[in-house]
């Protein structure tokens, strides 16, 4: 028989990051981050804040201040879960410090309050495109291998302080993404290296060690908890049977899907060897390094998915926020940032990893960036969204029937944010419209889109609404 709703088990949430919506960048103690020096993540980045200069993160939607009001409208919807990051140098400022900062403790401890006071349960990346920026400046960033006890440090200070709070987690937002956003990711910068591939592979297993090791210490100190990996999985298509594409996409894929295979089955695949050989890598391993790996494997594979897209042999290999940019499919149409809908890839997606790795998914990014505003009655029509929110649950519960074990589903941006890659506020994912412009003029008021309503009742008939 066809499912048609969604199992009780599976959450349905919303998901935003620390930097794209707290603002507050220098308030209460915090100090900067790898994203606080830039204007979207996939632009260029400067080496400092630079005084007078307008940072989109600097404030953000100041859900900071404004997360009481926020956190409402979530539960009004009916959330029954809430991805956010914790702010690494809201708790170590410069990443190094031997004490946290307790005002950024607090912060955390009040806003998981509130979700849990709403009944909704918080889900943590514990590094999303926010490193402390002295860490990237002073120490080079993740291919340096101090940064491992860095954030050993901060995953053990929080996981003691939010064990009674927080039972999801998950180390490295888009880890896969220091290919194509090193910086962000890993806090380094490829141009000031002498082999950038030796820089990335290097940071990799640093980041493969200490998300281990903060696995580890997750189990030991919050024993019900569920550690997960995180990548960014939208999917390139071969563009045509041709073989050369047909396998040059597969290694582009099994590229991204080698730091799932890392920290899923806990060893480096055989496959790597090859690729460090022909770009004169050699990762510098310690004793015990492939140990703490193979021991603390995660638990559920997180992931986020946004469109497809197709590759040709032999073009150059280039990403942003929603994955590889390559050759657009004519059978698939585009937002206006030219990012292709493509739902029956989320299905794709969902087999092809759980065929893979047989351990529970997670979807925990997944939603469409329109520029829209309030029409001449102030009602915002967001029929986009709805139509691309209904047409991929109707996938994933295809991929449930399938087979695949599906933990949840929280949508990218449930109230609108900064955009990550554009560092652009009219890129607005929200069910939740939030009145700022790209300059940083507005209100900051909250007004809901007809998306809102919409969500609500999928998440109140459990999925039931897309099938009437
Ligand atoms: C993901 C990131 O890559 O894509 C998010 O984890 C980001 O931080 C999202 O916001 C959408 O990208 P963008 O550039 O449209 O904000």
Not at 14 to 41: F, L, M, R
Not at 96 to 111: A, I, R, T, V
Not at 257 to 268: K, M, T
Request: with cysteine; net charge negative.
């Amino acid at each position: 028989m066809e499912l048609k709703q969604f199992p009780k088990e599976f959450l349905f949430g919303g998901a935003i990051a620390a930097n794209q919506a707290e603002g507050a960048w220098n308030v209460d103690g915090k100090g900067p981050s790898t994203t606080d020096v830039s204007n979207g993540i996939v632009g260029p980045v400067d080496d400092n804040v630079i005084e007078g200069k307008f940072y989109p993160s600097h404030e953000a939607i100041d859900f900071y201040h404004r997360y009481k009001e926020d956190i409402a409208l979530m539960a009004e919807m009916g959330l029954q879960c809430f991805r956010t990051s914790i702010a690494w140098p809201r708790i170590f400022p410069n990443g190094d410090e031997e004490q946290p900062n307790e005002k950024g403790l607090q912060f955390y401890d009040d806003l998981f309050d509130e979700l849990l006071k709403h009944g909704m349960e918080p889900v943590v990346t514990l590094s999303h495109y926010e490193t402390p920026l002295h860490l990237a400046n002073t120490y080079g960033g993740w291919d340096n291998r101090e940064l491992i006890g860095f954030f050993t440090k901060f995953s053990e200070v929080v996981f003691k302080r939010y064990k009674n709070k927080v039972k999801y987690w998950m180390t490295f937002n888009e880890i896969n993404n220091l290919h194509t956003i090193p910086f962000a990711t890993g806090a380094f910068r490829p141009e000031r290296k002498e082999n950038p591939v030796q820089a990335l592979y290097q940071a990799a297993h640093h980041q493969f060690v200490a998300s281990a090791l903060a696995t580890k210490l997750c189990k030991e100190i919050i024993p019900d908890a569920k550690m997960g990996a995180m990548l960014s999985l939208s999917v390139p298509y071969p563009n045509t049977c041709h073989p050369d594409d047909v396998f040059e996409t597969y290694q582009l894929r099994r590229r991204s899907l080698f730091f799932a295979d890392v920290q899923i089955r806990g060893e480096y695949p055989r496959y790597i060897k090859r690729v460090w050989k022909e770009h004169n890598v050699e990762v510098h391993m310690e004793q015990g390094d492939e140990e703490i790996i193979r021991q603390y494997p995660v638990d559920y594979l997180g992931f986020s998915y946004y469109r497809s897209t197709t590759h040709k042999a032999g073009t150059k290999i280039i990403g942003n926020t929603g994955g590889i940019i390559g050759t657009p499919n004519p059978y698939l149409e585009s937002t206006p940032w030219g990012w292709q809908i493509d739902p029956k890839g989320l299905r794709y997606v969902c087999n092809e990893l759980y065929d893979r790795y047989q351990i529970p998914l997670f979807i925990v990014e997944n939603g469409i960036g329109m520029d829209e505003g309030p029409n001449d009655n102030g009602k915002i029509i967001d029929d986009e969204r709805i139509r691309y929110l209904d047409l991929h649950l109707t996938e994933i519960l295809e991929a449930i029937e399938d087979g695949v074990e599906m933990m949840g589903y929280t949508w990218w941006g449930p109230i609108d944010i900064v955009s990550a890659g554009t560092g652009e506020m009219k890129k607005r994912y929200g069910f939740i419209y939030v009145d700022k412009d790209n300059d940083g003029n507005g209100t900051l008021d909250r007004k809901k889109k007809k998306s809102f309503d919409h969500y609500k009742e999928v998440i109140a008939s459990r999925g039931k609404n897309l099938f009437e």
